[in-house]
């Protein structure tokens, strides 16, 4: 007589504790029981839930040539996913007359995902020794299927070398450079937890089985538990993973937005969008805004040929970056003008950063045979982000006195006043005051 549908949880029994594992299952919507071929085609569930996953991966990189590494997670995605829909249609002694075949592309799907993610990373995943854990793990899948007709035992080696072949990725995702980055940190922990679920399958299997589901384990409800888990925490791993792509991407778009591609210093727009910013928060006036270009750069180039040329602005930009404080404003407006935003600094105050650049250009000549490059400054005062296109104005007149006094100097303009000040090598550059929290680069 067929039993009447139980609507109350199945439960896993563990150590007295107890799992819900489906509200109805093995019993179908109408409450007929699921025959195990029928639960066996409902396995095959989650196999199909990784090839696509596998297969949005790939379209991923056809959109991002550029990641890799994409491949070769869709790889640790595909081949398990062959393995996987092999094994839920299989009953034991099927599985151990395919367990080699099926094993391989347990392995080569676990290395392709260990690759994959230390690629990311800009590292490896110690290829040479993975080949030497699968070579071993077959021998010994080899080895037993010739001496024990027991599955569990190949089982055991086979699960152990798909959780070291993970582990080979490891060093690099551990090392990733933005451990900060929440995305990054959720994606770190993603993969220890997918290592970690491949170290403890195989002890679960061991210690939580019952026997008799041991002989038809692709049956039991056991498997489809853990083949939940597997499919929770892939599709988990691919919304991090994606999300962390799409954001390298568009920070990659943006910084060529925004980015002076020779000096990696902002471009006009975003220092002007950053300026805007700034003059926003009243807790940073005053405000100085400086323009700076480099004399006779024209003969640079003429005389030392672009590569020089390209050379000398690069190590400018790093000179001024390093002659400010970590919140002022660095940017390049082109050719071989600068603008720097110098918070809670007066023009008066702006002088000590002319000073400082001036003399560190002394010090350091970047041109050949010792010849030192000099600069001009034009310096005005700001109160406002409105009042920024009339203060770029004045600190362009500023600059163009400079000049006009003979190079080498700088002129500040604003209230009044409009002085020209000439580096005095004999007076040392003070510091500028700090504000508490802020520190040179
Ligand atoms: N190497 C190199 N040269 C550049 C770049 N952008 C602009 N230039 C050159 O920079 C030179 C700027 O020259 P000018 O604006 O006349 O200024 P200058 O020679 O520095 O003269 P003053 O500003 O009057 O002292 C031009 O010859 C440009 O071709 C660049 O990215 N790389």
Not at 25 to 52: D, H, K, T
Not at 105 to 117: D, P
Not at 208 to 226: H, I, K, M, N, Y
């Amino acid at each position: 007589m067929q039993k009447k549908p139980r609507r109350t949880a199945i439960c896993i029994e563990w150590n007295k504790k107890y799992l819900l594992l489906h509200s109805s299952f093995p019993w179908s919507a109408s409450g007929e029981r699921l025959s195990p071929q029928n639960i066996q085609y409902f396995g095959l569930i989650v196999p199909a839930c990784m090839l696509l996953l596998g297969l949005t991966l790939q379209a991923c990189w056809m959109v991002l040539r550029e990641q890799r590494f994409l491949l070769w997670i869709a790889a640790g995605y595909f081949l398990p996913s062959v393995a996987l829909a092999a094994q839920s249609l299989m009953d034991n002694a099927q599985l151990a007359r395919w367990s080699m075949l099926a094993g391989t592309f347990y392995l080569m799907g676990s290395w392709a995902l260990a690759h994959g993610m230390a690629k990311r990373q800009g590292g490896r995943a110690f290829g040479a020794l993975a080949l030497a854990i699968g070579v071993t793990c077959m021998a010994a899948m080899a080895y037993y299927t010739l001496v024990d007709e027991q599955l569990w035992i190949r089982t055991l080696w086979l699960n152990s070398s798909i959780c070291l072949l993970y582990a080979l990725g490891l060093p690099s995702v551990l090392r990733s450079p933005n451990a900060k980055d929440p995305f990054e940190r959720a994606l770190r922990w993603s993969y220890v937890s997918i290592v970690g679920l491949a170290l403890l399958r195989p002890i679960l299997v061991l210690n939580w089985v019952p026997g008799d589901q041991l002989e038809r384990l692709t049956a039991s409800r056991f498997w489809f538990l853990l083949l939940a888990i597997t499919l929770l925490l892939g599709l988990w791993f691919m919304v991090v993973l994606l999300a962390c792509t799409f954001r390298d991407v568009m920070r990659v778009f943006d910084d060529e937005r925004n980015r002076d591609p020779l000096t990696r210093l902002s471009n006009r727009r975003r220092f002007f969008e950053a300026a805007t910013r700034c003059l926003q928060m009243s807790r940073l006036q005053p405000w100085t805004i400086l323009l700076c270009d480099i004399d006779h750069f024209k003969k640079i180039n003429d005389r030392w040929g672009h590569a020089m040329g390209d050379k000398v602005l690069q190590q400018f930009a790093e000179v001024l970056e390093s002659s400010v404080r970590s919140g002022d404003l660095v940017g390049r407006l082109g050719g071989d003008e600068f603008v720097l935003l110098l918070n809670r600094c007066d023009p008066e105050s702006a002088q000590l950063v002319y000073q400082r650049v001036r003399k560190w250009l002394q010090e350091q000549p970047m041109l050949p045979a010792g010849q030192c490059i000099t600069t001009s400054f034009g310096a005005a005062a700001i109160d406002s982000a409105h009042a920024l296109p009339q203060a770029m104005e004045q600190a362009d007149t500023a600059l163009y006195r400079a000049k006009q006094a003979g190079r080498d100097c700088m002129h500040t303009m604003g209230d009044g006043l409009s002085a020209t000040l000439r580096f005095t090598p004999s007076s040392p550059a003070p510091p500028i005051p700090l504000p508490p929290s802020a520190g040179w680069h």
